[in-house]
């Protein structure tokens, strides 16, 4: 089992940037596939980034392509997510998410995909 922390929310103007981070207890971190998501008011809970147990592969929401980066430090326990060129849209909750898996290659983008949350980081972007 893990249990994940996310910090690093805040306000910020939109063309800002920001990090999330969101830490893991548990000493097989690298057993895990994370992902991140966000609930902004009024929707659903909705995919933005995952990677794989090693880093080696990423992938994105159209939405965030080119803007956010997702990455983990397995020897800090952590995954973390750079937003930059933030927009009002991007406002929401932000969560982390993990799933422990034996695929080394293997992201996933489903929120049904994955076991354990954190409690989410909220994100607020102004115009």
């Known amino acids: 089992q893990v249990q994940l922390v996310e910090s690093g929310g805040g306000l910020v103007q939109a063309g800002g940037s920001l990090t999330l981070s969101c830490a893991a207890s548990g000493r097989t971190f690298s057993s895990y596939a994370m992902g991140w998501f966000r609930r902004a008011p009024g929707k659903e809970r909705e995919f933005v980034a995952a990677?794989?147990?090693?880093?080696?592969?990423?992938t994105y929401t159209e939405y965030v392509k080119g803007r956010f980066t997702i990455s983990r430090d397995n020897a800090k326990n952590t995954v973390y997510l750079r937003m930059s060129s933030l927009k009002p849209e991007d406002t929401a909750v932000y969560y982390c998410?993990?799933?422990?898996?034996?695929?080394?290659?293997?992201?996933?983008?489903?929120?049904?995909?994955?076991?354990?949350w954190g409690q989410g980081t909220q994100v607020t972007v102004s115009s």
């Open positions: 990677i794989t147990r090693s880093g080696g592969s990423t």
């Open positions: 998410a993990a799933r422990y898996v034996a695929c080394g290659t293997c992201y996933y983008t489903k929120t049904n995909d994955y076991a354990y």
